[in-house]
């Protein structure tokens, strides 16, 4: 770990001074394959020695086996294959027993395969859940042959689609069969009980009675069906169980199980919730406006990163304390802990190769690597305290140890708030009349007020005059109706005896079309003749103004005028859409006459 290759130098180049400061890079290898995610990265003493090794759960990409390796400094120390991949992986002490030796426990499926000594020691499944009772009869009327594939399956599928219990995987599988193969697997699996098994989705730890560092820990489980358990480091029995309304992604959890603890769990609805000691469900809620890519607890604040790219600083009661907008998306997210200085910090991964690490919402240092960052790893590595290890998205592995001599201070990165931000303004001081006005606000307060809302009511009717004044004049005909947005506007040009009547009519929508309106005059037939007392109307794009012309023939030789009404319908339907009424002109031609 102390020599570092070409490519080192490569990537420290590219780094920052301010960051290439504060790091040595020890090790950087893109060749590693090495793929997986910061909930299976742990660094751990597994046989007492002192010497902390890395342990990786492997996801085995490209139809690989999903493996669980060790590495001691840059090597692979062993290998060994895992039967599904696997989604979490802890280091806690079982016992006070002597030697003080960490197992290792390791979340694959429906088990947690623990390890001492890397070597085998138990495997704990997931207790079996109720199967649908529904599922259950079907399979035993198949049993009994009283039912064949084909309706088999076409029965499963209506539980599917309305069923509360979900169904088991071999239903699940027989639905996926084409016809063929149906009757092969019926006579294969129909003399076989229904199980319904969850897996595991994320895992940690929670100290049992004892706050120490080396003290016995229980692990916690989330699953699949939307549970936590609690289990006993000893006889690996389930201490507690509790209920959430979704499936959880991430825990964060603080405290000891026989004292008190808090427990934050992220879940796939986008909330995060709040569960206490001897508390079935969750106490408080976070509800989040994206979907949670990463959860980590700094001191007493949840640092949560969402896939809006931007970190939210969180109270265990909810109350957002703080925002940050990352440049990239967030992939990655871990603790940076430094107990010789006390400082906590979060880490975080981004899509544009580059790690930032936060205090609140200070900006304390980038590291800048050749590849996006995947998974994230801080603490003691071999005999170094302070070493960070970083796994990229093509499989490589990056080693970094930290200066004994480094310091984090704000401000050390290239983002963050301005410091003018944090002067303070120059405030005038309050005058006289400033104060008096005051005084008098908080006097005549109550009067003021229902001066005020006298104001506004007499304002909000005098508006309603109004508009139904227009309403009723047709000064300004718009649709009432947010279905039907249209715009009227009528034109009137000629001396007489015949007019012009032009009618330019507008689809006031953002995206909508409408189409099947028509348009009807309502006149005095004693003094004007029309060529059409309806016609349809085109198809009405939005935006456009479609002029709609017809002429007008004044009959009247006295020199009198009337009011034309137009009327704009939806073809079957007598209420009208809007309306206008037309201020006809005397007819030059006849008065002259």
């Not at 090794?53 to 490209?62: A, H, S, Y």
């Not at 016609?535 to 103004?545: A, D, S």
Request: glycine share 6%.
């Amino acid at each position: 770990m102390a020599a570092a290759s070409s490519s080192d130098s490569d990537s420290g180049r590219a780094e920052s001074s301010e960051a290439s400061s504060k790091w040595l890079d020890a090790h950087y290898d893109p060749m590693a394959n090495i793929h997986t995610f910061s909930a299976c990265l742990q660094l751990a003493d597994l046989h007492g020695d002192g010497e902390y090794k890395l342990v990786v759960g492997d996801l085995g990409p490209g139809g690989q086996q999903p493996r669980l390796k060790v590495l001691k400094g840059p090597t692979v120390l062993s290998e060994s294959p895992l039967p599904a991949l696997p989604a979490a992986a802890a280091t806690f002490l079982m016992e006070q027993h002597e030697p003080r030796t960490p197992a290792l426990a390791l979340a694959s499926g429906p088990c947690v395969y623990v390890y001492k000594n890397l070597r085998p020691y138990f495997k704990f499944s997931l207790p079996q859940l109720p199967p649908n009772p529904l599922e259950q009869d079907l399979w035993n009327q198949a049993k009994e042959d009283r039912i064949d594939p084909l309706t088999l399956k076409e029965m499963l599928e209506g539980i599917r689609g309305k069923a509360e219990v979900p169904l088991s995987v071999q239903s699940l599988r027989f639905l996926q069969l084409e016809l063929s193969e149906m009757e092969a697997f019926v006579n294969q699996h129909k003399s076989k009980s229904i199980r319904r098994q969850t897996v595991i989705t994320t895992m940690t730890t929670l100290k049992k009675n004892l706050a120490d560092e080396d003290a016995v820990s229980c692990l916690v489980l989330g699953t699949e069906n939307k549970e936590l358990l609690v289990l006993d480091p000893e006889a690996f029995t389930v201490l507690a169980k509790m209920s959430l309304p979704s499936v959880p992604v991430f825990l964060e959890v603080s405290g000891q199980f026989d004292v008190e603890f808090r427990l934050a769990a992220a879940c796939r609805n986008g909330n995060i919730y709040m569960l206490r000691r001897d508390s079935k469900r969750p106490k408080y809620c976070i509800e989040l406006s994206a979907q949670p890519v990463g959860l980590v607890r700094v001191h007493k604040v949840l640092v949560v990163g969402s896939n809006q790219d931007s970190l939210h600083g969180f109270t265990h009661k909810g109350k957002r304390l703080w925002t940050v907008q990352m440049p990239a998306a967030i992939l990655t997210m871990n603790l940076l802990e430094q107990r010789s200085r006390g400082l906590q910090a979060v880490m975080a991964g981004l899509a544009n190769g580059e790690v930032r690490i936060y205090r609140d919402k200070a900006l304390l240092s980038i590291v800048r690597t050749p590849d996006a960052v995947t998974s994230l790893c801080f603490g003691r590595y071999g005999r170094e305290d302070h070493t960070l290890i970083m796994t990229t998205r093509g499989g490589g592995l990056i080693i970094k140890i930290l200066k004994r001599t480094a310091v984090f201070v704000e401000g050390g990165g290239e983002a963050g708030p301005p410091p003018a931000q944090a002067m303070k303004l120059n405030m005038p001081r309050k005058t006289r009349l400033y104060v008096d006005q005051t005084l008098r606000e908080r006097e005549a307060g109550t009067a003021m007020h229902r001066t005020f809302q006298a104001d506004l009511y007499l304002l909000r009717l005098r508006a309603a005059r109004a508009y139904a004044q227009a309403l009723e004049s047709s000064l300004s005909p718009v649709s009432a109706t947010a279905r039907e947005p249209l715009k009227l506007h009528a034109v009137v040009q000629g001396l007489g005896p015949t007019f012009k009547l032009t009618l330019h009519l507008q689809n006031t929508s953002t995206a909508r079309p409408i189409l099947g309106l028509l348009v009807c005059f309502l006149y005095n037939e004693g003094l004007y003749a029309l060529p059409r007392a309806f016609f349809k109307v085109p198809l009405l794009v939005p935006g456009l103004n479609y002029p709609l012309e017809t002429f007008v023939e004044s009959l009247s030789d006295k020199g009198v005028s009337d009011i034309i009404r137009v009327l704009v319908l939806r073809e079957g339907q007598s209420a009208p859409l809007l309306s206008a009424h037309i201020n006809m002109p005397v007819s030059e031609g006849l008065a002259a006459a």
